[in-house]
Protein backbone atom coordinates (compact mmCIF):
# COMPACT_ATOMS: atom_id res chain seq x y z
CA UNK A 1 0.00 0.00 0.00
CA UNK A 2 1.07 3.50 -1.16
CA UNK A 3 0.20 6.76 0.04
CA UNK A 4 -0.94 7.45 -3.74
CA UNK A 5 -3.17 4.79 -2.78
CA UNK A 6 -4.72 5.74 0.23
CA UNK A 7 -5.25 9.16 -2.02
CA UNK A 8 -7.36 7.48 -4.88
CA UNK A 9 -9.58 6.02 -2.10
CA UNK A 10 -10.44 9.40 -0.24
CA UNK A 11 -10.72 11.67 -3.58
CA UNK A 12 -13.23 8.57 -4.95
CA UNK A 13 -15.08 8.48 -1.83
CA UNK A 14 -15.18 12.32 -2.19
CA UNK A 15 -16.47 12.38 -5.72
CA UNK A 16 -18.52 8.88 -5.89
CA UNK A 17 -17.39 9.39 -9.47
CA UNK A 18 -14.63 7.51 -11.00
CA UNK A 19 -13.94 10.50 -13.93
CA UNK A 20 -14.17 13.56 -11.93
CA UNK A 21 -12.02 11.79 -9.03
CA UNK A 22 -9.19 10.73 -12.06
CA UNK A 23 -9.49 14.72 -13.08
CA UNK A 24 -8.83 15.94 -9.81
CA UNK A 25 -5.78 13.11 -9.78
CA UNK A 26 -4.54 13.97 -12.72
CA UNK A 27 -4.89 11.03 -14.18
CA UNK A 28 -7.04 8.98 -16.44
CA UNK A 29 -10.37 6.75 -15.30
CA UNK A 30 -9.03 3.51 -16.17
CA UNK A 31 -5.84 3.28 -14.24
CA UNK A 32 -7.56 5.14 -11.47
CA UNK A 33 -10.13 1.56 -11.73
CA UNK A 34 -6.86 -0.34 -11.23
CA UNK A 35 -5.61 1.07 -8.72
CA UNK A 36 -8.74 0.73 -6.27
CA UNK A 37 -8.86 -2.71 -7.50
CA UNK A 38 -5.32 -3.35 -6.81
CA UNK A 39 -5.84 -1.95 -3.04
CA UNK A 40 -8.90 -3.47 -2.88
CA UNK A 41 -7.01 -7.12 -3.26
CA UNK A 42 -4.41 -5.74 -0.86
CA UNK A 43 -6.81 -5.19 1.58
CA UNK A 44 -8.79 -7.65 1.00
CA UNK A 45 -12.49 -6.12 1.26
CA UNK A 46 -14.63 -4.60 -1.25
CA UNK A 47 -14.35 -0.79 -0.77
CA UNK A 48 -17.02 0.70 -3.40
CA UNK A 49 -20.06 -0.76 -4.55
CA UNK A 50 -19.98 0.13 -8.75
CA UNK A 51 -22.98 0.06 -10.78
CA UNK A 52 -22.92 1.52 -14.58
CA UNK A 53 -24.52 4.52 -12.89
CA UNK A 54 -23.94 4.96 -9.74
CA UNK A 55 -20.62 4.44 -7.02
CA UNK A 56 -20.82 4.08 -2.87
CA UNK A 57 -19.25 3.57 -0.36
CA UNK A 58 -19.50 0.09 1.39
CA UNK A 59 -19.43 -0.39 5.18
CA UNK A 60 -16.10 -1.52 4.70
CA UNK A 61 -14.59 1.51 2.80
CA UNK A 62 -16.82 3.90 4.89
CA UNK A 63 -14.82 2.55 7.80
CA UNK A 64 -11.68 2.75 6.16
CA UNK A 65 -12.13 6.26 5.01
CA UNK A 66 -11.81 7.77 8.55
CA UNK A 67 -7.92 6.14 9.33
CA UNK A 68 -6.94 6.62 5.62
CA UNK A 69 -7.55 10.13 6.00
CA UNK A 70 -6.08 10.22 9.15
CA UNK A 71 -3.04 9.04 7.44
CA UNK A 72 -3.07 11.51 4.26
CA UNK A 73 -3.01 14.26 6.79
CA UNK A 74 -0.51 13.25 8.71
CA UNK A 75 1.63 12.27 5.69
CA UNK A 76 0.58 16.64 4.77
CA UNK A 77 1.84 17.77 7.60
CA UNK A 78 5.49 15.90 7.62
CA UNK A 79 5.60 17.29 4.05
CA UNK A 80 4.59 20.88 5.46
CA UNK A 81 7.14 20.97 8.17
CA UNK A 82 9.86 19.04 5.61
CA UNK A 83 8.94 22.46 3.38
CA UNK A 84 9.48 24.73 6.60
CA UNK A 85 12.75 23.39 7.90
CA UNK A 86 14.15 23.45 4.32
CA UNK A 87 12.98 26.78 4.02
CA UNK A 88 14.43 28.08 7.35
CA UNK A 89 10.88 28.66 9.04
CA UNK A 90 11.46 25.65 11.56
CA UNK A 91 14.47 24.27 13.51
CA UNK A 92 16.55 24.86 16.43
CA UNK A 93 19.87 27.01 16.39
CA UNK A 94 22.31 26.25 19.72
CA UNK A 95 23.36 29.79 20.50
CA UNK A 96 26.55 30.32 23.23
CA UNK A 97 27.31 33.01 24.92
CA UNK A 98 28.79 34.15 28.17
CA UNK A 99 28.29 36.73 31.16
CA UNK A 100 27.49 40.40 30.97
CA UNK A 101 29.08 40.74 27.82
CA UNK A 102 26.48 39.33 25.80
CA UNK A 103 23.54 40.99 28.14
CA UNK A 104 22.81 43.47 25.52
CA UNK A 105 23.27 42.01 22.47
CA UNK A 106 21.66 38.48 23.10
CA UNK A 107 18.11 39.56 23.67
CA UNK A 108 18.25 41.83 20.84
CA UNK A 109 19.01 38.81 18.53
CA UNK A 110 16.78 36.46 19.91
CA UNK A 111 13.46 38.86 19.94
CA UNK A 112 14.24 39.49 16.23
CA UNK A 113 14.26 36.41 15.45
CA UNK A 114 11.31 35.18 17.68
CA UNK A 115 9.23 37.92 16.05
CA UNK A 116 10.80 37.17 12.55
CA UNK A 117 10.55 33.28 12.46
CA UNK A 118 8.62 32.21 15.85
CA UNK A 119 9.04 28.32 14.69
CA UNK A 120 13.19 28.45 15.15
CA UNK A 121 13.49 26.87 18.68
CA UNK A 122 16.61 29.15 19.71
CA UNK A 123 18.91 26.88 22.59
CA UNK A 124 20.37 29.28 24.82
CA UNK A 125 24.05 28.40 26.37
CA UNK A 126 25.32 30.46 29.03
CA UNK A 127 28.43 30.40 30.81
CA UNK A 128 30.25 29.24 27.66
CA UNK A 129 33.33 31.22 27.12
CA UNK A 130 35.20 31.72 23.78
CA UNK A 131 37.68 29.19 23.67
CA UNK A 132 35.31 26.23 24.62
CA UNK A 133 32.44 27.83 22.74
CA UNK A 134 35.01 27.50 19.23
CA UNK A 135 35.78 23.87 20.34
CA UNK A 136 32.06 23.07 20.61
CA UNK A 137 31.40 25.06 17.23
CA UNK A 138 34.23 22.80 15.76
CA UNK A 139 32.91 19.53 17.09
CA UNK A 140 28.86 20.15 16.60
CA UNK A 141 27.31 20.52 19.15
CA UNK A 142 26.70 24.53 19.08
CA UNK A 143 25.46 26.48 15.62
CA UNK A 144 26.26 30.02 16.62
CA UNK A 145 28.37 31.39 19.25
CA UNK A 146 28.97 34.94 20.45
CA UNK A 147 32.78 35.27 20.77
CA UNK A 148 35.26 37.67 20.05
CA UNK A 149 37.86 38.11 17.56
CA UNK A 150 40.76 36.92 16.50
CA UNK A 151 39.18 33.28 15.39
CA UNK A 152 42.00 31.39 14.25
CA UNK A 153 40.59 28.48 12.88
CA UNK A 154 39.93 28.67 9.34
CA UNK A 155 36.84 26.42 9.34
CA UNK A 156 35.05 29.00 11.21
CA UNK A 157 33.08 32.52 9.99
CA UNK A 158 32.50 35.35 12.16
CA UNK A 159 30.36 38.96 11.99
CA UNK A 160 31.61 41.73 14.08
CA UNK A 161 29.04 42.95 16.18
CA UNK A 162 30.02 45.60 18.63
CA UNK A 163 33.46 46.87 19.30
CA UNK A 164 34.51 47.20 22.91
CA UNK A 165 36.88 49.40 24.29
CA UNK A 166 38.96 47.90 27.14
CA UNK A 167 38.99 49.54 30.38
CA UNK A 168 40.56 48.98 34.07
CA UNK A 169 37.52 49.04 36.87
CA UNK A 170 38.32 50.19 40.24
CA UNK A 171 36.51 50.86 43.72
CA UNK A 172 34.81 54.42 43.87
CA UNK A 173 37.23 55.46 46.68
CA UNK A 174 40.41 54.15 45.20
CA UNK A 175 43.55 56.79 44.88
CA UNK A 176 43.26 56.53 41.39
CA UNK A 177 39.62 56.55 40.77
CA UNK A 178 40.46 60.43 39.99
CA UNK A 179 41.99 60.43 37.28
CA UNK A 180 40.60 60.18 34.25
CA UNK A 181 43.01 58.21 31.98
CA UNK A 182 45.23 55.36 33.75
CA UNK A 183 48.69 53.70 32.95
CA UNK A 184 48.47 49.98 33.46
CA UNK A 185 52.25 49.95 34.35
CA UNK A 186 51.38 51.97 37.53
CA UNK A 187 49.09 49.50 38.38
CA UNK A 188 51.79 46.69 39.25
CA UNK A 189 51.11 47.10 42.73
CA UNK A 190 47.76 46.82 42.69
CA UNK A 191 45.04 42.93 43.20
CA UNK A 192 43.45 42.38 40.64
CA UNK A 193 40.12 40.18 40.59
CA UNK A 194 40.03 38.03 37.75
CA UNK A 195 38.18 35.29 35.70
CA UNK A 196 38.98 31.32 36.20
CA UNK A 197 41.70 30.97 33.90
CA UNK A 198 40.02 27.40 33.19
CA UNK A 199 37.02 28.65 31.97
CA UNK A 200 38.14 29.76 27.88
CA UNK A 201 37.59 33.62 28.62
CA UNK A 202 40.07 35.66 25.72
CA UNK A 203 39.65 38.72 28.92
CA UNK A 204 41.17 36.63 31.36
CA UNK A 205 43.92 35.71 28.82
CA UNK A 206 43.79 39.44 27.38
CA UNK A 207 44.38 40.76 30.79
CA UNK A 208 47.20 39.00 31.58
CA UNK A 209 48.51 39.58 28.38
CA UNK A 210 48.54 43.05 28.52
CA UNK A 211 49.92 43.00 32.56
CA UNK A 212 52.66 40.97 30.96
CA UNK A 213 53.55 43.32 28.13
CA UNK A 214 53.44 46.20 30.95
CA UNK A 215 56.06 44.39 32.60
CA UNK A 216 54.57 42.62 35.67
CA UNK A 217 52.50 40.02 36.52
CA UNK A 218 49.40 40.69 38.04
CA UNK A 219 48.68 39.61 41.92
CA UNK A 220 44.77 38.02 42.18
CA UNK A 221 42.87 38.75 45.10
CA UNK A 222 40.15 36.84 44.11
CA UNK A 223 39.23 34.95 41.35
CA UNK A 224 35.32 35.63 40.27
CA UNK A 225 32.79 32.87 38.22
CA UNK A 226 31.81 35.54 35.61
CA UNK A 227 32.16 39.60 34.97
CA UNK A 228 29.19 40.42 36.80
CA UNK A 229 30.68 39.21 40.01
CA UNK A 230 33.99 40.04 39.04
CA UNK A 231 32.89 43.95 39.00
CA UNK A 232 30.76 43.35 42.09
CA UNK A 233 34.06 42.45 43.67
CA UNK A 234 35.73 45.34 42.78
CA UNK A 235 33.27 47.32 43.66
CA UNK A 236 33.31 46.18 46.91
CA UNK A 237 37.08 46.97 47.53
CA UNK A 238 38.67 43.33 47.00
CA UNK A 239 40.67 44.68 44.06
CA UNK A 240 40.88 46.13 40.57
CA UNK A 241 40.23 44.11 36.95
CA UNK A 242 40.10 44.56 33.42
CA UNK A 243 36.96 44.79 31.09
CA UNK A 244 35.25 45.85 28.73
CA UNK A 245 32.74 48.71 27.65
CA UNK A 246 30.28 46.02 26.86
CA UNK A 247 30.36 45.16 30.64
CA UNK A 248 29.74 48.59 32.53
CA UNK A 249 26.15 48.18 32.51
CA UNK A 250 26.85 45.28 35.01
CA UNK A 251 27.29 47.52 37.48
CA UNK A 252 27.28 51.23 38.29
CA UNK A 253 27.45 51.43 41.92
CA UNK A 254 30.98 51.66 43.74
CA UNK A 255 33.08 51.47 40.88
CA UNK A 256 35.10 53.95 38.05
CA UNK A 257 35.91 52.54 34.52
CA UNK A 258 38.73 54.37 33.43
CA UNK A 259 40.69 54.35 29.99
CA UNK A 260 44.40 52.98 29.93
CA UNK A 261 46.80 54.93 27.33
CA UNK A 262 49.14 52.51 27.45
CA UNK A 263 47.90 49.15 26.23
CA UNK A 264 47.46 47.71 22.56
CA UNK A 265 44.97 46.19 21.69
CA UNK A 266 42.91 48.84 23.17
CA UNK A 267 39.67 47.62 21.93
CA UNK A 268 38.45 43.89 21.58
CA UNK A 269 35.62 43.34 18.48
CA UNK A 270 32.40 41.15 19.84
CA UNK A 271 31.36 38.46 17.13
CA UNK A 272 28.49 36.25 16.23
CA UNK A 273 30.88 32.79 14.72
CA UNK A 274 29.93 30.00 12.85
CA UNK A 275 30.85 26.91 11.17
CA UNK A 276 31.37 27.33 7.44
CA UNK A 277 30.38 24.46 6.24
CA UNK A 278 26.77 24.55 8.40
CA UNK A 279 24.18 24.13 5.93
CA UNK A 280 21.50 24.23 8.37
CA UNK A 281 18.30 26.65 6.94
CA UNK A 282 17.50 27.87 10.50
CA UNK A 283 20.88 28.57 11.24
CA UNK A 284 21.08 31.40 7.65
CA UNK A 285 18.08 32.39 8.79
CA UNK A 286 19.10 33.65 11.69
CA UNK A 287 22.37 34.83 10.61
CA UNK A 288 20.47 37.17 8.26
CA UNK A 289 18.22 38.28 10.85
CA UNK A 290 21.06 38.77 12.79
CA UNK A 291 22.43 41.35 9.92
CA UNK A 292 19.66 43.73 10.68
CA UNK A 293 18.91 43.07 14.61
CA UNK A 294 23.19 43.12 15.22
CA UNK A 295 24.31 45.51 12.39
CA UNK A 296 28.62 45.23 11.74
CA UNK A 297 29.80 48.88 13.14
CA UNK A 298 32.01 51.36 11.75
CA UNK A 299 34.99 48.77 11.75
CA UNK A 300 37.37 51.85 10.03
CA UNK A 301 40.43 53.36 11.98
CA UNK A 302 40.52 50.03 13.38
CA UNK A 303 42.83 47.01 12.75
CA UNK A 304 41.25 43.88 12.87
CA UNK A 305 43.27 40.86 13.43
Known amino acids: MEVKDL ?9 LHFGRAAARLHMSQPPLSARIKQLEQS ?14 LTDAGSRLL ?29 IAFAGASSQRALPILTRAVRESH ?16 LDKLLE ?13 QKELESRVVEVEKIL ?6 HPRAGQPILSLADLHDEEFVSLPADTGSILQATMFALCITAGFRPKI ?27 TPAQ ?12 HPSHMFATLTWRKDDTSPALAAVLQVSEAALPTPDLSGFAIR
Open 140 to 152: GSLDLAFARLPTP
Open 221 to 247: AQVAPDSATALALVAAGAGITITLSSV
Open 43 to 56: LGVQLFERSTRTVA
Open 118 to 133: PGIELQLESQTYVYTA
Open 252 to 263: SVGIVYRELDDI
Open 66 to 94: IPARKVLSQVSAVQNLAESIAAGEQGRVR
Open 168 to 173: CALPEG
Open 7 to 15: EAFAVVAEE
